[in-house]
């Protein structure tokens, strides 16, 4: 499965350029939602979804049928073939489909140009949703819509190198003077400790480990260059120096679980989605999932979410909420994560998935802590300059680093 941070970055100029070019030629959201009405009777859904593969496509298509047969509604699920893309058309087009996934990265986008119709509060129990969940998809107050499910980081440790490396449990590392130690006795074997991704998807982390981030807590104000995160980008920058961390492109691989999977490293820092990826390609990693350590300021992860968004110009909406309300409902979402091993966003099954999956409990268990990604529009150049400045750490100042997010984000947060 290729992991979501990857394929993000590729299509965002294009959806931004298409939704904001169209809103700012007047033929907006805003000024034309108001006009659609609700049409009574049956509802012929139009459902896109981003699909991890034939599995999720299968869930979903599945979950749909049945709620279309208990209601007496039609529900067509169309799995996108690239759904930035494809959605980002949709709705500068004017005929989005009625429902859809929605990530995370690229929610204040639409939400600030009125394409999603706020519905969160009309779906039960929101006060379920984690609250790091709820706090992604709120924009200007309101909840917009349901998540649908997460993810989290967390260490992966490679246990038949763990061994070779002379390391037992009481090296595993719950602090940051406890990684570096570790990493430390690793390189002393001729091993590379840890792979990082060079991306603030990951590097990220361990800002919110020591109390910062990259914007403060409504979203409007650039906090990249505060003490904590210099603090922060500085202990990675040490750690890349020393050589405890190595960049997946140093180790001639893609991706972060690409170098785990072939024992390039001891350990890595990944997603749930490491699970899958690793079935598939290296299926005899011997490895053990455990939280990541925590900072001078406690524990601190990152997650990544989408929730069921609704077009503001759907004639369904009613029935569209109705829909969304049975994709959460927590026995639809402890299917989905037997189907295709999402996380359920409702912490009413946090108990179950466990009970269920305890492999992935360290994943589950960071919810208590994550920080959400960035969560304001038109910051696509923006971040995508972070990354490139991310990828030059080794040789870079990462107070500069972050004066230059902070510069750039502030203009663009400035021309909201």
Do not use: H
Not at 126 to 134: A, N, V
Not at 223 to 244: C, H
Not at 264 to 270: F, K, N, Q, R
Not at 282 to 311: D, H, M, R
């Amino acid at each position: 499965m290729t992991p979501r941070a990857l394929t993000r970055v590729a299509v965002a100029g294009l959806t931004a350029a298409a939704l904001f070019g169209t809103t700012a030629c007047g033929s907006g959201f805003d000024d034309s939602a108001g006009e659609t009405t609700q049409s009574t009777g049956p509802a012929s859904l139009q459902i896109m979804i981003g699909s991890s593969g034939d599995a999720e496509t299968k869930a979903v298509q599945e979950a749909a049928a049945a709620w279309a047969t208990a209601s007496g509604n039609q529900a067509t699920v169309v799995p996108a073939q690239d759904l930035t893309q494809q959605l980002g058309q949709g709705l500068a087009g004017g005929n989005p489909p009625d429902v859809f996934y929605v990530d995370a990265t690229r929610f204040a986008d639409y939400a600030s140009v009125g394409a999603l119709e706020p519905y969160g509060d009309q779906i039960s129990d929101t006060g379920d949703f984690y609250e790091s969940l709820r706090n992604t998809f709120t924009y200007d107050g309101k909840l917009y819509c349901a998540p649908k499910d997460f993810s989290t980081l967390a260490l992966q440790i490679n246990t038949e190198l763990w061994s070779k490396a002379g390391l037992t449990d009481a090296d595993v590392p719950t602090s940051w003077d406890q990684l570096t130690a570790t990493s430390r006795k690793i390189k002393a074997k001729g091993m590379v400790p840890l792979v990082l991704g060079d991306t603030r998807d990951r590097i990220g982390a361990f800002f919110v480990q020591n109390g910062g981030w990259l914007l403060n807590s409504d979203g409007r104000t650039a906090t990249g260059a505060s003490p904590a995160n210099v603090a922060a980008l500085t202990y990675v920058k040490e750690l890349v120096t020393e050589g405890l961390v190595r960049f997946p492109k140093q180790l001639d691989a893609g991706w972060s679980g690409e170098a785990f999977g072939k024992g390039a490293a001891v350990m890595t820092i990944e997603g749930n989605w490491i699970k899958g990826a690793l079935q598939n390609d290296f299926p005899n990693v011997k490895y053990q999932v455990v939280e990541l350590p925590a900072g001078p300021a406690g524990k601190g992860t990152l997650s990544f979410t989408q929730c069921w968004g609704i077009a503001a110009k759907s004639k369904y909406k009613e029935q569209a909420i109705t829909f969304v309300e049975a994709m959460t409902s927590g026995e639809q979402q402890m299917a989905f994560a037997t189907a295709f091993g999402v996380m359920p966003s409702r912490q009413s099954v946090r108990d179950q998935y466990t009970a269920a999956f305890p492999a992935d409990k360290p994943f589950i268990d960071g919810a208590e802590y994550a920080q959400g990604p960035v969560n304001a529009p038109k910051m696509d150049s923006v971040l995508q300059d972070l990354e490139a400045g991310l990828q030059g750490l080794a040789n870079g100042d990462p107070k500069n680093i972050l004066a230059t997010f902070d510069k750039n984000a502030q203009a663009a947060l400035g021309g909201n």
